[in-house]
């Protein structure tokens, strides 16, 4: 149980172009999904964490007009990278959490987005 | 402000050896803290976590782990090393807002 599935699971784009990656969790339902960056070698910096309905919350430094987040259903999460340039390429992970104070999240096996 | 330190970027033991690999954390109150392990291009997979009680922890793939509070550490353990255990390993500790990771450190196994 508590599988979280990401799609596409790599991608390339050319500079100015949008991509979306989608998040689900596939056999519980997620009050809260989280998305992360991950730069190589490095750890998983939060970019934001979206609520079921409502707006998502951006870590200080995250362009929200630029990554978009929709939280459309207990079970969907998508991000939306708009207008990619070649400094947005890196690792894209989501991870889900199954109820509301909860501290336990589950990830998904991550995207890896290359913009040319 | 929570945060997580693991000292070790890169550690290397050989197939069979022991391994402890360190992790300290800040953390304000009762931390919940958790291991997860990352292969390469793959997402985080728990090994376990520390929630209360028993402060020795058993996970999966026969890690463990011991929370100590007096020294704000949650060291992870195995008593032989497996060259599959070759991979990223993240500690973290959580709050009902987010996770917070420490760098990570990555492990090398030799045959």
């Known amino acids: 149980g508590a599988v979280v599935s990401q799609h596409p699971s790599w991608v390339i784009c050319k500079s100015g172009t949008s991509v979306k990656i989608e998040c689900r969790s596939l056999d519980f339902q997620a009050t809260t999904m989280f998305w992360y960056r991950q730069f190589p070698k490095q750890s998983l910096m939060l970019m934001a964490t979206s609520n079921e309905g409502s707006k998502a919350t951006y870590e200080q430094g995250v362009e929200k007009d630029k990554f978009l987040i929709n939280h459309a259903s207990l079970t969907l999460s998508t991000l939306t990278v708009t207008s990619a340039h ?18 336990e999240q589950y990830f998904g096996p ?7 | ?38 292969s390469p291009g793959q997402g985080l997979q728990l090994l376990l976590k ?5 402060t020795l922890v058993q996970g999966i793939k026969g890690f463990e782990a011991e929370f100590k509070r007096s020294q704000s550490s949650f060291n992870l ?19 009902a807002r987010q996770l917070t990771f420490g760098s990570g450190t990555q492990l090398t196994v030799l045959p």
């Not at chain 2, 050989?14 to 803290?33: I, M």
């Not at chain 2, 497996?82 to 500790?93: G, I, M, P, Q, T």
């Open chain 1, 86 to 103: 070649p400094e947005d390429s890196s690792f894209y992970i989501c991870s889900a959490r199954p109820e509301r104070g909860s501290y």
């Open chain 1, 110 to 116: 991550g995207t890896r987005l290359t913009v040319t």
């Open chain 2, 50 to 54: 520390y929630f209360s009680g028993d």
């Open chain 2, 77 to 95: 353990r195995k008593p032989s090393v497996h060259w599959s255990d070759a991979a990223e390993y993240f500690c973290a500790v959580g709050s």
């Open chain 2, 1 to 38: 402000a929570q945060s997580v330190t693991q000292p070790d970027i890169h550690i290397t033991v050989s197939e069979g050896a022991s391994l402890e690999l360190r992790c300290n954390y800040s953390y304000g109150a009762t931390p919940y803290l958790f291991w997860y392990v990352q």
